[in-house]
């Protein structure tokens, strides 16, 4: 089965600055994909970016890119020019490239709280 | 606004009764995924429905079924609940290629008393 950590239960930034949050996984396929889910305080799940295994260039969303290190399983997100509205719990998820058998489903790390500090 | 609906946004019921949780995906998505967060355990995937049938199971308990009907909204009853069924629950859909994206709903927020 596949596992994702998140080992920063908390990270903190000043407003402006630029914060990476860390994940990593553990998987023995090869195809597969990446996303940052972000959870602010109304708990919706908002997508903020998502990377295809396949894929060599790292994604990005405006202020948002991604470290994606294949060889090394690992998934950074960083937010450049941080905002108030940044503030939330960041959730990492993969999901298999192989049908059936659960792999539709997505599994997420424990997440990471992110406090903008002003 | 995801375009992914639940209802109803709240739910308070005792131990030993049963709920359904009601979920309408995004309009053209055939794909409707249940998700769990509780503190203990965090988010789990529950299972996925497509097109009317079961796709795909995760760490659902056999208290719990889900169902997804012609117009592709999907139900998600849970019966005999327990104390540590207290979560927040989650819809999310995609659409035909595996390699959507799934989108999620606002969640149903369940307290067993």
């Known amino acids: 089965a596949q596992t994702v950590t998140q080992s920063q239960p908390e990270m903190s930034v000043q407003e402006a600055e630029t914060v990476t949050l860390s994940c990593t996984y553990d998987t023995s396929e090869s195809d597969y994909y990446l996303f940052w889910y972000k959870q602010p305080p109304s708990r919706q799940m908002i997508l903020v970016i998502r990377q295809e295994a396949y894929k060599q260039q790292n994604a990005t969303e405006n202020r948002f890119s991604v470290n994606f290190q294949k060889a090394a399983k690992s998934f950074s997100l960083k937010i450049s020019d941080s905002q108030l509205g940044d503030a939330a719990m960041y959730f990492c998820?993969?999901?298999?490239?192989?049908?059936?058998?659960?792999?539709?489903?997505?599994?997420f790390g424990k997440g990471t709280h992110l406090i903008i500090q002003p | 606004d995801s375009g992914v609906t639940q209802t109803p946004k709240h739910l308070i019921t005792a131990t030993g009764q049963r709920v359904t949780l009601r979920c309408s995906p995004r309009s053209g998505d055939l794909s409707v995924y249940w998700y769990q967060q509780s503190l203990d355990q965090g988010l789990q995937f529950l299972i996925q429905y497509y097109n009317g049938e079961e796709r795909a199971k995760g760490n659902i308990l056999e208290r719990f079924s889900a169902q997804q009907f012609p117009d592709l909204h999907s139900e998600l009853n849970l019966s005999s609940l327990e104390l540590g069924d207290s979560a927040l629950y989650f819809c999310a859909s995609s659409g035909t290629s595996r390699q959507e994206t799934q989108y999620f709903g606002p969640g149903t927020r369940l307290l067993v008393l």
């Open positions: 998820a993969y999901r298999s490239g192989i049908s059936g058998g659960g792999a539709d489903g997505l599994t």
